[in-house]
């Protein structure tokens, strides 16, 4: 644990510095109220304080007053020190976002209790930013494979789709499903489509960058958002995670199993206007091509006036040229 000590007169700040050491914390000083502050705004600041009431420039109060107001978060607790102990101090020492008090001169081992008591409440307080952090976790994660579950994908999608009209870039949007997925759970059992999901969900991770997105659509499906790339390079990004999946075998306890993934995608930018169900839509539209057109494969849809023209022809070739 590190301490800060803001005492402008030195025997007293030596003293302090002295008792603490021998307790075994790590201990930094400040000559005065403002030099208090500085290194309270740093990203790793001290968690504890022993503040001085009368300092030049900011008094061990404004201090307080301060660290509440603009560093809520991590938690630092603050002990002030202080000669006056007239009630209407202590209550307006409190009020300003100080912990506890200490009036001067003080007893050793009263100052180190009531540090072990500001000790306990870190503790405590960590514990339950963790406990708040693993619970977001969960609430935002799927289980079995640690992306972002549908909620948590669906509500990026929004905001994404949102910003890439507002600012006039382009979306890549993706949707990869494991080809023959049923069967690794039919022939292999439930283990070992466990271990191909996850497996296969690392691989697109590692071959993302690190502001893309993945999570899990479906069982067997994974949304991927890619920020700012156009039609080509979303293809890129889709050829490249289907060979990142092929590229090897996935070990499971029934051996290793060959694995391969079908992708469908768009790019906003060729359909500025839609929203994400109907970016959706389509991408889910390119998935089915890629799914009859053999699996293993990549389909990224075109613009309207493209797609058209292939449905068109599609159309033509299945009916033959109409007589006129």
Same mark, same amino acid.
């Not at 050491?21 to 500085?38: L, M, N, S």
């Given at each position: 644990m590190r301490i800060l000590i803001a005492d402008d007169e030195p025997v007293s700040r030596h003293m302090l510095r002295a008792l603490l050491v021998k307790w075994g914390y790590e201990v930094v000083t400040a000559e005065?109220?403002?030099?208090?502050?500085?290194?309270?705004?740093?990203?790793? +600041?001290?968690?504890?304080?022993?503040?001085?009431?009368?300092?030049?420039?900011?008094?061990?109060?404004?201090?307080?007053?301060?660290?509440?107001?603009?560093?809520?978060?991590?938690?630092?607790?603050?002990?002030?020190?202080? +000669?006056?102990?007239?009630?209407?101090?202590?209550?307006?020492?409190?009020?300003?976002?100080?912990?506890?008090?200490?009036?001067?001169?003080?007893?050793?081992?009263?100052?180190?209790?009531?540090?072990?008591?500001?000790?306990?409440?870190?503790?405590?307080?960590?514990?339950?930013?963790?406990?708040?952090?693993?619970?977001?976790?969960? +609430?935002?994660?799927?289980?079995l494979t640690g992306v972002w579950n549908r909620g948590a994908i669906m509500e990026t999608l929004d905001r994404e789709i949102s910003r890439s009209q507002r600012e006039g870039a382009s979306l890549g949007v993706l949707i990869a499903d494991l080809d023959h997925f049923k069967s690794v759970n039919d022939l292999h059992g439930h283990l070992a489509g466990d271990s191909v999901l996850c497996e296969s969900t690392k691989r697109m991770q590692a071959g993302i960058r690190p502001y893309d997105a993945v999570g899990r659509y479906g069982g067997e499906e994974f949304?991927?958002?890619?920020?700012?790339?156009?039609?080509?390079?979303?293809?890129?990004? +889709?050829?490249?995670?289907?060979?990142?999946?092929?590229?090897?075998?996935?070990?499971?306890?029934?051996?290793?199993?060959?694995?391969t993934i079908s992708v469908g995608g768009v790019a906003t930018s060729d359909w500025p206007n839609y929203n994400a169900s109907q970016i959706l839509h389509l991408a889910d539209s390119a998935l089915y091509r890629a799914k009859e057109e053999g699996r293993n494969s990549v389909v990224i849809l075109g613009t309207a006036e493209e797609e058209e023209a292939l449905r068109a022809s599609l159309e033509l070739s299945t009916h033959g040229p109409k007589e006129g």
């Amino acid at each position: 644990m590190r301490i800060l000590i803001a005492d402008d007169e030195p025997v007293s700040r030596h003293m302090l510095r002295a008792l603490l050491v021998k307790w075994g914390y790590e201990v930094v000083t400040a000559e005065d109220g403002d030099a208090a502050w500085e290194f309270l705004k740093l990203p790793d +600041a001290p968690r504890m304080a022993l503040l001085d009431w009368e300092m030049p420039g900011q008094n061990g109060v404004e201090v307080c007053r301060k660290m509440r107001k603009h560093r809520p978060a991590p938690y630092t607790y603050l002990l002030l020190l202080t +000669a006056k102990d007239a009630k209407e101090n202590v209550v307006e020492g409190l009020e300003s976002g100080a912990d506890d008090y200490l009036t001067k001169p003080y007893h050793p081992q009263e100052l180190r209790a009531r540090v072990r008591v500001g000790l306990r409440l870190l503790e405590l307080e960590d514990s339950l930013v963790q406990a708040r952090e693993a619970m977001r976790f969960k +609430a935002t994660h799927d289980a079995l494979t640690g992306v972002w579950n549908r909620g948590a994908i669906m509500e990026t999608l929004d905001r994404e789709i949102s910003r890439s009209q507002r600012e006039g870039a382009s979306l890549g949007v993706l949707i990869a499903d494991l080809d023959h997925f049923k069967s690794v759970n039919d022939l292999h059992g439930h283990l070992a489509g466990d271990s191909v999901l996850c497996e296969s969900t690392k691989r697109m991770q590692a071959g993302i960058r690190p502001y893309d997105a993945v999570g899990r659509y479906g069982g067997e499906e994974f949304l991927i958002l890619l920020p700012g790339c156009s039609r080509s390079e979303a293809a890129d990004k +889709a050829e490249h995670l289907r060979e990142t999946i092929l590229q090897q075998p996935v070990e499971t306890e029934s051996g290793p199993l060959n694995v391969t993934i079908s992708v469908g995608g768009v790019a906003t930018s060729d359909w500025p206007n839609y929203n994400a169900s109907q970016i959706l839509h389509l991408a889910d539209s390119a998935l089915y091509r890629a799914k009859e057109e053999g699996r293993n494969s990549v389909v990224i849809l075109g613009t309207a006036e493209e797609e058209e023209a292939l449905r068109a022809s599609l159309e033509l070739s299945t009916h033959g040229p109409k007589e006129g």
